[in-house]
């Protein structure tokens, strides 16, 4: 095997690992949104957000602070990612002032907010949670660096009830979209080219078998959800080996 077959083999491990990130979080996802009778929800028309809120961790998309108060109550923290993880706030940078922002919270209502600043602070910065009836949107900046955090303050402006309310209309029958089955084919799809396209004739076989064998990694991954936050660490770990 010759040591540019060795370097393909090792990027496509890498590789793999941020598409095993993608594939475990839209496979929790599914299993939410076909059980999200009580589950809160964002929406942001503007950017185009409209995903449920989970009080878990940000692997998991749209993140609650338990530590500040439900919709209508005080200040509502949120945060999520800008990459990976279905890159919920990807594009919160471009909201402005006035846009309209949504909460759908079961027992409250659909809260309804209005954009009046942005602003970026050091990561170190400790949000204050009592700014009365506000939300907080807040996400690392700039794109791919977690320096600072881009933050968004939305003032309530009204709560209307849940009549046509996507919180309260859960079970709708309505099945989320394979996005995870969808990433392990393109893997397949893009190893299995690669394979037959690859230069050293006598070396396409390992990358046949690499392929294959990464393929089925992201299939367990689909059936047995690994937590982000080791897929991380291990990308994190592969990234400081080869000096990244």
């Known amino acids: 095997m010759k040591l540019s077959t060795l370097f393909i083999i090792a990027g496509m491990v890498i590789i793999s690992l941020y598409f095993m990130v993608e594939v475990s979080f839209y496979a929790t996802t599914e299993d939410v949104v076909l059980n999200k009778s009580d589950t809160p929800f964002l929406e942001i028309p503007k950017i185009g957000v409209d995903q449920n809120i989970n009080?878990?961790?940000?692997?998991?998309g749209v993140y609650y602070e338990p530590l500040s108060s439900k919709p209508g109550y005080g200040t509502t923290v949120l945060a999520g990612h800008r990459t990976f993880y279905s890159s919920p706030f990807v594009n919160l940078d471009k909201l402005k002032v006035g846009d309209n922002i949504t909460v759908s919270w079961p027992g409250i209502g659909n809260v309804q907010y209005n954009v009046v600043r942005s602003y970026i602070v050091p990561a170190s910065y400790q949000l204050p949670l009592e700014q009365g009836k506000t939300l907080i949107l807040y996400t690392c900046y700039p794109l791919g660096s977690s320096k600072e955090r881009l933050i968004i303050q939305a003032n309530q402006t009204k709560i209307v009830p849940f009549t046509y309310s996507k919180a309260a209309n859960t079970d709708n029958g309505?099945?989320?979209?394979?996005?995870?089955?969808l990433l392990i084919s393109a893997f397949l799809g893009i190893g299995l080219v690669l394979s037959y396209l690859y230069p050293v004739k006598e070396d396409k076989i390992f990358i046949f078998m690499t392929t294959i064998a990464l393929t089925m990694f992201l299939v367990y991954g689909y059936f047995f959800p690994v937590p982000g936050?080791?897929?991380?660490?291990?990308?994190?770990?592969?990234?400081d080996m080869f000096g990244g």
């Open 55 to 60: 009080n878990k961790s940000v692997n998991y």
């Open 174 to 181: 309505k099945t989320p979209f394979p996005y995870a089955p």
């Open 229 to 239: 936050d080791q897929i991380a660490s291990q990308i994190s770990n592969l990234s």
